[in-house]
């Protein structure tokens, strides 16, 4: 999917590629925004105890620190916004810069995917495919592991891209 081109990596994305990448980067926008709750399962995997064993250690860390890790998590999320074509497919070229924020911000998308969807370190995705596909193939939940693939297969692209 990326490749490089002298200094930039481009990609061509088709009209559904656009749109999931929109949805996934907004939701990652608003739960680092109007939903963001520490109580939240996803937002303890993005913003993990420093301390896990020292909770005012942790809370003083996140007093210093918290406020500009969110805003460049949200800063990640909106270049992927920026990049992506208006409403139809197209090409999206970055250079190393915004390379680099569309892998942070994949990451952070398929963090909190993988902890919505109860992915652990041992699971099998395709795997957890198949058995999803069996029980619904229509249900949101084969949907959303689709995502999820997807997700990693285009960070794997563009990192692949960066490193050549």
């Known amino acids: 999917m990326f490749r490089r081109q002298g200094d930039r990596y481009v990609a061509t994305f088709a009209v559904d590629e656009v749109r999931v990448l929109r949805k996934v980067a907004s939701e990652v926008v608003g739960l680092l925004t109007d939903g963001f709750d520490h109580s939240d399962p996803v937002v ?10 020292d909770p005012s250690g942790t809370a003083e860390f ?6 500009d890790l969110k805003t460049g998590k949200i800063d990640q999320a909106g270049a992927i916004l920026a990049a992506l ?34 992915i652990k370190d041992g ?3 395709g795997e957890e495919l198949d058995d999803a ?11 959303q592991l689709s995502v999820y693939a997807y ?3 285009l960070q794997e692209s563009l990192l692949n891209a960066l490193i050549d």
Request: proline share 6%; net charge negative.
């Open 62 to 67: 996140r007093r210093y620190t918290e406020g």
């Open 151 to 153: 997700l990693g297969y």
């Open 85 to 118: 074509p208006d409403s139809a497919g197209g090409e999206v070229r970055l250079d190393a810069e915004a390379a680099e924020a569309w892998l942070r911000a994949l990451n952070d998308a398929r963090l909190a995917m993988g902890v919505r969807l109860e």
């Open 133 to 143: 596909v069996a029980e619904d193939p229509t249900s949101s939940r084969v949907f």
């Open 44 to 53: 303890g995997r993005l913003f993990p105890d420093v301390y896990p064993e």
């Open 123 to 125: 699971t099998d995705l």
